[in-house]
């Protein structure tokens, strides 16, 4: 089974030199829908955008991981009925309320079910499966055993396997507490240069954004796997994804290359070295592979 490789654009102006890469979809943020530190595209943005994807062979997929609340369900209906009427290949959902607009817009079959941390079983991801949408990704805190045993069972599974990982997601606005209650000047919302030390995990630098969405922490590490690659794919994940938030474009493109590599049969230890030795700066590893979340 052809393995999809999927990427993020985290910034519009990165598009054409993503879609020079290997990748198979590049997943778009879309305003009204997504709660990213990516760029997110307009109602108006999206239509060009999906034609110029298109035409470079590419598929295109949103990524819909609010959380809605109530005042948020109008506009996010108008959004997937929009998304009806174009050429998108997926769409990634975290809240159940747009399984029920995806009926209501004959979009059931494009939907992948992204919990983000949350999909961490079989039961749950077949519970999904049988409401007859296309696919679940599987949660990127999980050991190695854990991710193969779901994707094994299921089939249809979207694993994560490049990239910084979303660690936490707040409807809260906490970034700017934290600058009211210490009655900062600088403005600490919508800034791409935060991050947070925890003494706990030692000196690694966990990016933290704000936006109208809420607070997002991501993780210190940028995950690898290079070393586990061929036990992801004999577990035989439909797709695999390569995360571009807070890693630079240059990283993202040599991901995408060196992964592809890997799809056509290279060695993967030998590429790991190549990609590890390039980017020695950054700190890549192999995430929650060989261990428990908690630490």
Same mark, same amino acid.
């Given at each position: ?193 935060? !991050? ?49 938030? !807070? ?49």
């Amino acid at each position: 089974m052809m393995k999809e490789l999927i990427t993020t654009l985290e910034r519009l102006s990165d598009l054409e030199n993503l879609l020079r890469t290997e990748t198979d979809t590049i997943m778009v943020s879309v305003d009204g829908l997504s709660s990213t530190v990516a760029e997110k595209l307009s109602r108006e943005e999206l239509p060009q955008i999906v034609d110029r994807i298109r035409t470079a062979g590419k598929k295109i997929a949103v990524r819909a991981n609010m959380t809605l609340h109530e005042g948020m369900l109008e506009k996010a209906d108008a959004l997937m009925a929009h998304l009806g009427t174009l050429d998108i290949h997926a769409i990634f959902f975290a809240d159940p309320a747009l399984l029920s607009m995806a009926r209501k817009h004959q979009l059931v079959g494009r939907m992948i079910y992204d919990p983000e941390t949350l999909m961490t079983s079989i039961n749950d991801a077949n519970w999904w499966l049988d409401r007859g949408i296309e696919g679940v990704s599987v949660s990127p805190l999980l050991t190695l055993q854990e991710t193969d045993e779901i994707s094994s069972a299921v089939h249809k599974a979207i694993v994560t396997v490049h990239g910084r990982t979303l660690m936490s997601r707040s409807y809260r606005q906490l970034l700017s507490a934290y600058q009211e209650a210490n009655q900062l000047t600088e403005t600490l919302r919508g800034s791409r240069h935060l !991050y947070l030390i925890e003494s706990k995990r030692g000196e690694g630098r966990m990016p933290v954004y704000e936006d109208e969405t809420g607070t997002l922490i991501y993780s210190d590490n940028v995950l690898d796997s290079f070393d586990f690659i061929r036990d992801v794919l004999q577990s035989d994940p439909m797709g695999l994804l390569i995360e571009g938030s !807070y890693i630079t474009l240059e990283e993202q493109m040599d991901a995408i290359h060196a992964y592809r590599r890997i799809l056509d049969g290279e060695d993967p230890s030998v590429i790991g070295k190549e990609y590890r030795a390039k980017f020695s700066n950054e700190p890549l590893d192999s995430g929650y592979y060989e261990q428990k979340t908690v630490r």
